[in-house]
């Protein structure tokens, strides 16, 4: 999966320009706060692309655990399906042949909860990182409308920047350390597979 980019270097450009042109002061602090949510969007670009990945590697892993686990059951219908064409015939099946449907069922019961914990862990990777890519959203954002405030020359419009680098901040946190809290019920139920 690609990594999210942030497509703020060129907004990033303007603002230091305009810093360096300008004698407001205000300006200056405008191109070092869109500076430092730049970093904070890139940052949280890597956390959402790494969480990606993750999500995805653990797909394939359960996708894996599933075939795996199909396959088993085939073999062991293949052995019952022996087991009653002998009983058919008055015969039964070898001691190792018995032993091994018992085999086949273990392996399977072990192969399935292998399968389900994958799957989890794919949630919640694939949860995280949507909550990472709303921060990228965010301080992108917070970066464009930055640049307005410096180009219109109204610092308004920077404090509705730093609100939306707020807000990034925000899902930061929620995707690093808080990713279940807030709508607790839903990642549960999303991560259970309801």
Not at 42 to 47: G, N
Not at 108 to 131: D, P, Y
């Amino acid at each position: 999966m690609e990594e999210i980019e942030v497509p703020t270097e060129k907004a990033q450009e303007d603002i230091n320009e305009r810093a360096h042109e300008s004698e407001e002061r205000w300006i200056s602090w405008v191109a070092l706060s869109s500076a430092l949510i730049a970093a904070l969007a890139a940052v949280t670009a890597l956390l959402a692309g790494h969480h990606a990945n993750e999500g995805m590697l653990e797909k394939v892993q359960a996708s894996n655990s599933w075939a795996y686990y199909q396959a088993k059951g085939i073999e062991k219908t293949q052995l019952e399906l022996a087991q009653e064409g002998l009983a058919a015939e008055g015969k039964s099946l070898s001691p190792a042949r018995l032993k091994k449907i018992e085999e086949y069922d273990a392996k399977r019961a072990e192969t399935k909860q292998e399968a389900e914990e994958s799957q989890k862990s794919a949630n919640v990777h694939m949860i995280r990182h949507v909550v990472f890519a709303k921060g990228v959203t965010m301080f992108q954002i917070a970066i464009a409308i930055g640049a307005i405030s410096v180009l219109t020359r109204r610092t308004r419009y920077w404090y509705v920047a730093l609100g939306f680098a707020g807000i990034g901040v925000f899902f930061l946190c929620q995707g690093m350390w808080f990713w279940n809290l807030f709508g607790g019920e839903q990642v549960a139920k999303h991560v259970a597979g309801g």
